[in-house]
């Protein structure tokens, strides 16, 4: 496996530097920011480098706060996966703190307890 992100997928990570994340271990991060930002090109590259186990773990654990809610219900429904709804809703990216849904954080961190 090359080690290295294709230079046509730098849009996907505009806060990020290329040359420092490393397929495996950022392979949440990669599959999260191609899944949610990157064209055919990019989504084809995604299923040729990891396996579709590790794109599902992605979509049934996804990080808090980064996702687009079109794109995750999308990746979601392709792959039938449900989560739980706090889960959903947390991995939600929402730039208005009025919108945040603090009930579905609180839930969240009781059951980190």
């Known amino acids: 496996m090359n080690n290295k992100i294709p230079s046509f997928l730098t849009r996907c990570f505009w806060s990020y530097r290329l040359p420092s994340l490393e397929l495996r271990k950022n392979k949440g991060l990669i599959i999260t920011q191609v899944l949610n930002w990157a064209d ?4 084809k590259w995604l299923f040729k480098v ?9 979509l049934k ?3 808090r706060g980064v996702w687009l809610p079109d794109v995750l ?3 979601l429904t392709i792959f ?3 989560i739980p ?8 990216r929402e730039i208005d703190p009025a ?9 969240f961190l009781r059951r980190r307890k």
């Open 85 to 92: 709804k706090d889960t959903y809703t947390l991995a939600i």
């Open 80 to 82: 039938n996966l449900h």
């Open 99 to 107: 919108k945040v849904d603090r009930g579905a954080l609180l839930r």
């Open 50 to 58: 990891y396996p579709k186990e590790d794109i599902i773990a992605a």
């Open 61 to 63: 654990s996804p990080q």
């Open 73 to 75: 219900n999308f990746w």
């Open 40 to 43: 055919l090109k990019g989504i």
